[in-house]
């Protein structure tokens, strides 16, 4: 319709019309239309990421042609990864240090954190083990608790933007 493209969209603004794909220079945030944040509201990253799937399901577009079809698969796709990385907790840390200029996660750099590497092979040695349903729920929510723990952590460093901090509680 030749209405003007303001920041990231997959759909025109004007017409709902489907955008070539021109989300390289996105961010997970801008793909699904969330504010950039480290604590997320992960139930508005599920509305987002929905809302978007179902502009985007394949039988919305059976009938268009190879290139529109082609087109939604790149579109869908890219909402995947952004989602995907949204909702992890590490995944999300990770990418939100980058967004900040601090590389992290690289081949050159390895866990040095031997406590960590043993409690990780420990608790899955311990599932492993686990006789029971309840076992295996009483493990999944001590692990949860770890994580959100980590998690409150990790956005404490972040607001400070002590990155340095940051890298070990990532890596």
């Known amino acids: 319709c030749g209405a003007p493209r303001e920041g990231f969209a997959f759909f025109c603004a004007a017409c709902d019309a489907m955008l070539p794909a021109d989300d390289a220079a996105a961010t997970h945030f801008e ?11 992960l139930a508005e990253v599920d509305r ?3 809302a978007l799937q179902r502009k985007l399901h394949p039988d919305r577009h059976a ?9 939604v698969e ?5 909402v995947n990864e952004a989602v995907g990385t949204l909702r992890s907790p590490l995944r999300r840390a990770r990418f939100w240090m980058e967004m900040h ?4 996660l690289e081949e050159d ?3 040095d954190d031997m406590e960590t590497m043993m409690e990780v092979m420990e608790v899955s040695e311990e599932i492993t083990a686990a006789a ?11 692990n949860s608790a770890k ?4 998690e409150a952590k990790l956005a404490a460093v972040f607001a400070k933007k002590d990155w340095e901090a940051a890298r070990p509680l990532v890596e």
């Not at 239309?33 to 604590?39: L, Q, T």
């Open 31 to 41: 793909v699904l239309g969330v504010a950039p944040a480290f604590v997320l509201d």
């Open 48 to 50: 987002a990421y929905k």
């Open 63 to 71: 009938t268009a042609g190879d290139e529109q079809r082609a087109l």
């Open 74 to 78: 790149v579109h869908a796709s890219r």
């Open 101 to 104: 200029g601090v590389r992290v």
């Open 109 to 111: 750099q390895r866990m």
């Open 132 to 142: 029971s349903q309840s076992r295996i729920e009483e493990l999944t929510q001590e």
């Open 147 to 150: 994580i959100a723990a980590m």
